[in-house]
């Protein structure tokens, strides 16, 4: 069977569909910014000589990853209707506009959608994010650590704790703590639509620069380890996995990228979506209307398919084993 690398498969239009009406849920909201946008990343001073640097609580997996649209209602089409997530709730500015809305992946894995994608020529990424289990032990940490964090963390307006720091690329990565009474604890067990094409975001990938500074952040501070890499050609690497510390979950970083297009980082800053079979996935994406390219297999061994949201961003569905072997490196047994 020919191996194919996923990523780099023909980008094309999404077809044109009728709109379809979701129902979003009715969410009481207070006239306050959400914790990761209300709280200024001023710097605290690391932890000098003699210091003690406090142990970094866990990091689980991917919480959500935040992308930015053109037009809402074509979104929701295909996050609502050929993926089959349900919106569950949105957020709305002081100002009563909308702000974002949550498709719901699982309990604990959303996609974001915000409707401010202002030109074709911008980058349809607005954030990745992390659970972690004590946000404010987290921040106290990456402080002690050098990084740049908020002052403070405040509930934000979903409930939850969370705050951002940036990345040696820049990319804006959130750390999400789940909060008794928020938004998502409220819905746990709820809003699992039996329509999901897969129930879980299985990794997330950004374009990086340079490796070595990007290990320094991800694997050195923040404990991430290296799971599966691999490239174009069995003598280079394009692809590294960086497995979340506590967890089975995974950043992708997508190197030797270099000008990239807006098209080209819809490729890159992509999400993928765990499925059991390929097949019952394609069947699910073409049965709802999407046209869909044939699946193959990456240069991971593993089968994917890529899919394509009206503004071009990359929702990638992959099985979770390799059916060849992979080249350059082993896939980690507990995948």
């Known amino acids: 069977m020919k191996r194919h690398v996923s990523s780099r498969t023909q980008l094309k239009p999404f077809p044109a569909r009728t709109r379809l009406s979701v129902g979003l849920a009715a969410v009481a909201v207070l006239g306050m910014v959400i914790a990761m946008a209300a709280v200024s990343p001023t710097a605290i001073p690391p932890a000098g000589p003699g210091k003690t640097i406090p142990p970094r609580p866990p990091i689980l997996g991917v919480a ?34 909308l702000m974002l809305t949550y498709f719901k992946v699982n309990d604990h894995q959303y996609i974001e959608i915000f409707p401010t994608l202002k030109s074709p020529d911008e980058d349809r990424l607005s ?17 002690a650590k050098g990084v740049k964090v908020p002052d403070q963390l405040e509930p934000g ?29 409220r819905n746990f067990g709820k809003s699992l639509a ?19 500074a ?24 394009d692809w590294v996995d960086m497995v979340v510390p506590d967890g089975k979950d995974w950043l992708e970083y997508m190197l030797n990228v270099n000008n990239p297009s807006a098209r080209q980082l819809g490729v890159m800053h992509h999400l993928s979506l765990r499925v059991p079979s390929i097949q019952a996935g ?9 046209k869909a390219d044939q699946p193959k297999v990456g240069r991971d061994g593993k089968w994917q398919l890529n ?29």
Request: hydrophobic share 35%; glycine share 10%.
């Open 64 to 97: 959500h990853i935040g992308l930015k649209v053109d037009n809402l209602d074509a979104a929701r089409e295909f996050y609502g209707h050929v993926l089959g997530y349900q919106e569950v709730f949105k957020l709305n500015k002081p100002d009563g506009a």
């Open 127 to 143: 954030h990745i994010a992390f659970e972690t289990t004590d946000a404010g032990a987290l921040r106290g940490y990456l402080a």
């Open 157 to 185: 307006l979903d409930g939850n704790l969370s705050f951002m720091v940036a990345d040696p690329d820049g990319h804006e990565v959130e750390f999400v703590q789940y909060m008794p009474g928020s938004l998502h604890s």
């Open 194 to 212: 039996a329509t999901r094409v897969s129930d879980h975001i299985q990794h997330v990938g950004v374009t990086v620069k340079d490796r070595s």
């Open 214 to 237: 990007a290990d320094k952040f991800y694997k050195e501070i923040l404990g991430f380890r290296l799971g599966w890499y691999g490239g174009r050609t069995d003598d280079r690497t």
């Open 282 to 290: 394609l069947e699910s994406v073409t049965g709802r209307g999407y």
């Open 307 to 335: 899919l394509y949201d009206p503004d071009l961003t990359r929702v990638e569905l992959m099985e979770p084993k390799p059916v060849q072997k992979p080249c350059c490196s082993p896939i980690p047994d507990w995948q």
